[in-house]
């Protein structure tokens, strides 16, 4: 585990012949998140974030402009389904910072107990959050291939 920002998360994964993935469900999405848990519990860790392969759509650079589940598409060239676009409590926010723009890609967060984490009040553990793509601060990536 390290950190890295989305283009280094996509560069990890090309490096094992594979690609930042998607969910096609919210079946498939709690099963990656509970393998990440399984991971981070290993490491005797409480939380993480990891890259998933999803951006935000150029029509929708703003909180409310589109539905949640309308505001990214995945980026794995595979994935079609909206059903796992599941993001916490008002998220995702589009949250601005001067230095890097608009959030515009996501994160799954992953929480040891399985459940909520204190330091995300209302998360529950594998729901989605946008972040900013240059966020160097993300633990983790998913990776993908087709089958």
Known sequence: MSHGNFLAG????????????????????LK??????QTIQSLQMEEALMWIGAR???????FGMCFPKETFFWTDNFTKG??????YIRQP?????PKWGF?????????ASGTTYAKYPRALHAQLNDLHCQNPKVQMCACGRRP
């Open 93 to 97: 926010d589009a949250y601005f910072n």
């Open 103 to 111: 959030e515009a890609c996501v994160q799954q967060m992953i929480f």
């Open 82 to 87: 909206k059903e796992a676009f599941q993001f």
């Open 32 to 37: 990656i998140g509970n393998v990440a848990k």
């Open 56 to 62: 935000r759509h150029g029509h929708c650079p703003r």
């Open 10 to 29: 996509e560069s990890l994964c090309r490096a094992h012949n594979s690609t930042l993935t998607g969910f096609q469900t919210n079946a498939e999405r």
